[in-house]
């Protein structure tokens, strides 16, 4: 009777248990960073009051590497931008290509100091060519000050997606992906972090991965004894994984793991695809998690115009053994820390929407983006007879630049921000009058320079006179719809209301009317997000002024205001 009463009693107490392990597991969604944030690296340091913080990929948008930090994996606040000076990495302004810019920053926090380490990359230079590649270490000790990140340190290497390690006997090591010149393959050397000087010995061939294409994306990891190196391989599309390999020895032979990948959504009908380039870290409770990116197309993988995006997953590590990544889904649940916004800063959080007035004595906020370096001096705020606006002065470039590929160094007048929402709805007010043929403003969904569409009041010639109309155009590498040209009608005002709405999965509509007049808003053109799904990056929704290559002296400026950004909804199966 005893011994019943007392299995009663465990087998309850045994069932408590697991519930309350289940109970305290929070649902949540992903991805976490949506919209254009790519190769996230994450990590959680106890000493700055128990606060995650996020690095992920930037291209060619400037201020470029943001820094994201939560308090619960949750709620994710924009910090800062490492990348937020020009004299930092002035080469930016000479990159080429969509590929080109800031590839894979590693961050982490060691010595009470925060470093991150990332690869400029050239893509005008040859494949063999050494100098494609610009590896870089940044370094702050206070990443709420984003003036604080330092001018960064360059080192050597012929590859890219670098990423430092500290070995409990002090040594540091810096692992990278060697591209092209010896062979595909993860490589690794002895570094001096502070002034990038290398170790005397020869680079080491660590592992080559599993056989996937491209293997890159290293992070080493030093528990139980064992140093495991986690890298992606297949490629950033629909075969994009993670493989794992370990050693008793930093610098090998390290051993494939029997299982491999740890985690990958191929070959799946999952809408979050192309899951890969994965970082992992621990909580103030020691459970593990790993961050990854991941695009959200579905396996057809033809729409997915917010590119790769910051999934979360938990992780188990058995001890002596490999981690076990839950798969990436839509909606998940963990031992989530509770919720808490509490986050220093001046940024907002990663799905907060915009209403910017433009007030005399205000500065940009920190999600807002150009493509490379802008010209200060084209961006006013509040400018003389012009209160609650933005001064926008044309560039002698427009959307595309030269050939979709480069500017020469040259600005574009483009400011905007990601799109961070499956269905939004931004707009703005224009106050325009082009006196130039061809002088244009308006409202971009912008990829690259070449993969956009925008939707701009232009001057055009109509029987030699010159006729204020919309126009609608686009460019990709698909077949894009014919420009829709939409004369200006004779009863609306000077300012007029720009929009442009995500009203579902795979379409955008661009919409003009008077400001003020909401009932005579009209659409102009409808176009497909599969025009901006491509690459490596996101969409960015903002506005343009340009001389569209001509012109005459200075051009005519453009005044926005009452610009508005409002997420409509996430899909997420």
């Not at 870089?136 to 290497?157: D, L």
């Not at 993969?451 to 006179?465: D, F, K, P, R």
Request: aromatic share 14%; hydrophobic share 35%.
């Amino acid at each position: 009777m005893v011994s019943a009463l007392l299995a009663s009693f465990f087998f309850g107490f045994n069932a408590f248990v697991a519930a309350s392990c289940l109970a305290s597991n929070t649902t949540y969604t992903n991805p976490i960073l949506p919209g254009f944030h790519p190769d996230p690296s994450c990590i959680f340091v106890k000493e700055w009051d128990n606060t995650f913080f996020c690095a992920s990929s930037s291209f060619e948008a400037f201020p470029g590497i943001p820094i994201h930090a939560s308090k619960d994996l949750q709620n994710w606040k924009l910090i800062g931008n490492v990348f937020n000076r020009p004299e930092q990495l002035p080469d930016l302004a000479f990159t080429n290509r969509s590929t080109s810019g800031i590839w894979a920053p590693a961050i982490r926090y060691h010595d009470d100091t925060f470093w991150l380490v990332t690869t400029l990359v050239f893509d005008n230079k040859t494949q063999n060519d050494s100098s494609r590649w610009d590896n870089i270490i940044f370094k702050t000790q206070n990443p709420y000050n984003q003036s604080s990140w330092s001018i960064p340190v360059h080192f050597p290497f012929e590859g890219y997606d670098t990423s430092p390690f500290w070995d409990d006997d002090g040594k540091t090591c810096m692992t990278g992906s060697h591209a092209y010149r010896v062979s595909f393959g993860i490589w690794q050397k002895t570094i001096d972090f502070e002034t990038g000087k290398l170790g005397p010995e020869p680079w080491i061939d660590l592992w080559n991965g599993t056989g996937g294409t491209a293997p890159e994306g290293p992070h080493i990891y030093k528990k139980d004894g064992w140093y495991y190196l986690m890298i992606a391989e297949g490629g950033t599309g629909l075969t994009h994984e993670e493989t794992m390999a370990r050693s008793r020895n930093i610098n090998g032979p390290y051993t494939p793991y029997s299982k491999n990948p740890v985690l990958t959504n191929a070959n799946t009908t999952q809408y979050f695809q192309t899951v890969g380039h994965a970082d992992l870290f621990q909580d103030a409770d020691g459970n593990w998690w790993g961050v990854a990116l991941s695009t959200r197309s579905g396996p057809n993988y033809i729409t997915y115009p917010m590119g790769r995006e910051t999934v979360l997953t938990p992780v188990s590590w058995p001890e002596d053994d490999y981690p076990n990544f839950d798969p990436v889904r839509g909606t998940q649940s963990g031992p989530l820390p509770p919720v808490n916004k509490n986050i220093s800063g001046q940024g907002q959080f990663v799905d907060d929407d915009d209403h910017i007035t433009f007030a005399p004595g205000t500065s940009f906020p920190l999600h807002f983006v150009h493509w490379r370096f802008p010209d200060p001096s084209a961006y006013v705020i509040s400018a003389p007879g012009h209160l609650n606006t933005l001064q926008l002065s044309p560039s002698l470039l427009n959307l595309t630049g030269h050939d979709g590929i480069y500017t020469g160094g040259e600005p574009q007048t483009l400011l905007a921000r990601r799109q961070t929402d499956t269905l939004f709805t931004f707009s703005v007010d224009l106050e325009f009058t082009p006196t130039t043929m061809n002088e244009e403003a308006g409202v971009t969904v912008f990829l690259t320079q070449d993969h956009h569409m925008e939707l701009g009041l232009v001057s055009l010639s109509n029987n030699g006179t010159s006729t204020p109309t919309l126009r609608f155009r686009a460019k990709s590498n698909i077949p894009v719809p014919q420009d829709v040209l939409s004369p200006v009608p004779a009863n609306w005002t000077s300012d007029l209301h720009m929009e442009i709405k995500a009203f579902n999965l795979t379409h955008y509509a661009f919409s003009a009317g008077p400001a003020g007049k909401m009932s005579l808003m009209e659409t102009i053109a409808y176009a497909p997000a599969s025009l901006v799904s491509y690459g490596f990056t996101g969409t960015l929704v903002g506005v343009y002024n340009t001389l569209n290559g001509g012109g005459q002296g200075n051009g005519t400026k453009a005044y926005i205001s009452n610009w508005n950004y409002q997420g409509q909804g996430q899909f997420l199966d």
